[in-house]
């Protein structure tokens, strides 16, 4: 495909203030996305790391957030005060950019003060702050927390989704899921990335030991679901006692999640790697027979791609883009809801029940990923919606 470069100036990518493993990966496929056919690219976004160097046209300025556990308000005074200098960044450097595509529903800061440069602007919306917040805020404010915290990121969320002129989601599911149906006039539902399937794919017989562990990879916080993970564990335990699981990951609920696998005398049954670099995990997957997503809102995560590009079978809580990406039984597996004990439910029918199809759903899952995730597939999808956003709008 020949891509036109019609874009006068270019694009700004405004990131996440605080990157994770999985964040970086996301932020570095978006950035590749674009460099074939968008003249300037301004990145503003906390520290990432890509694997690659960023072409010339690629310039990147680094804000970096605060994660610390502080008090409620702190933690806010913070976010706004970074809030501001990613605002200060933009306009310093607008003359370089007529697109800003900002990551995140409740980043309202950044797209008021885009409109207010004159700029169009693009919400990419892989999640809902608003909708997760609820688990990650329980114990806030003695409490108070679950309540306020998610209310006033709706009122985030409402201003910065009613003011931006389009809106990328990663599948047509997510629409509903992350209840957008109010502005689904300017919604691009195909805004899912690429895994490289030349890197993530089954491996032959021999190449690595056989599938034997159900798994969770990903960031150990509340909104990933790995709390209701690991209680569902002794529940598995119970009905197939000699299952294995391994757990790969860092992130706030680490000592967490060491503390419970101890205290529960779960030492033989689960195996903690904490921590790896992004080129060791094909293999990681290839050891699965079985990856579980317990989230409580998502998009289309980079795991899910990976692990379906490397033929693992999936067990997905239904939320954000993943129905789009999933047929139950066919290509994986949905869950009814992240509740430990419904998890359990359906490990053990998929390890008894259905062991049969997991053979096919293997198969399956790496056909897809060859067939809708390519890097070439994913540039023409975003090329397009480029075109008819900066055109149409």
């Known amino acids: 495909m020949s891509y036109l470069r019609q ?138 927390g679950q309540h306020v915290v998610p209310a006033i990121g709706q009122v985030e969320e409402q201003i910065a989704l009613s003011i931006s002129d389009g809106i990328i989601v990663e599948s047509q599911s997510a629409i509903k899921n992350l209840r957008l149906e109010k502005y689904s006039s300017k919604i691009f539902s195909e805004g899912a ?95 699965l027979k079985l990856l579980l997503l317990p989230s409580y809102s998502e998009g289309v995560p980079n795991v899910l791609l990976e692990g379906m590009s490397c033929g693992v079978p999936i067990l997905a809580n239904s939320v954000g883009g993943i129905p789009g990406i999933i047929i139950d039984k066919k290509n994986g597996f949905l869950l009814e809801s992240n509740n430990p004990k419904d998890i359990a439910k359906m490990v053990v029918a998929i390890m008894t029940d259905f062991k049969s199809l997991l053979p096919k759903v293997s198969e399956e899952c790496r056909k897809f990923a060859l067939v809708h995730f390519s890097l070439e597939g994913t540039r023409k999808r975003y090329w397009k919606i480029l075109q008819n956003f900066y055109y149409k709008v």
Request: hydrophobic share 45%.
């Open 7 to 144: 874009y006068p100036t270019g694009i700004a990518i405004v990131g996440n203030p605080v990157n994770t493993l999985g964040r970086d990966v996301f932020l570095c496929k978006f950035i590749n996305i674009f460099t074939t056919f968008v003249n300037n690219i301004l990145v503003v976004s906390g520290h990432f790391e890509c694997k690659d160097p960023l072409p010339c046209n690629v310039k990147k300025i680094l804000i970096q957030g605060d994660e610390k556990k502080e008090f409620l308000f702190i933690r806010t005074f913070k976010f706004i005060l970074t809030e501001v200098r990613y605002c200060f960044a933009l306009v310093k450097n607008a003359k370089s950019f007529n697109i800003v595509i900002v990551f995140g529903a409740e980043r309202f800061l950044p797209v008021i003060v885009s409109k207010i440069l004159g700029k169009k602007v693009l919400l990419h919306v892989g999640g809902r702050f608003s909708l997760h917040a609820v688990a990650t805020h329980e114990s806030s404010l003695l409490g108070i």
């Open 193 to 287: 990335t690429y895994v490289d399937t030349s890197v993530f794919y089954p491996r032959l017989e021999g190449e690595v030991l056989e599938r034997r562990y159900i798994g969770f990879i990903g960031r150990l916080s509340k909104e990933k679901g790995i709390i209701e993970f690991l209680e569902s564990i002794p529940l598995i335990l119970n009905k197939i006692p000699n299952s294995e699981f391994i757990i790969v990951g860092d992130g706030p609920l680490r000592n967490y999640v060491k503390n419970f696998i101890l205290h529960n005398g779960l030492s033989s049954a689960v195996h903690y790697v904490g921590f790896v670099k992004n080129e060791e995990l094909p293999n990681i997957y290839n050891k």
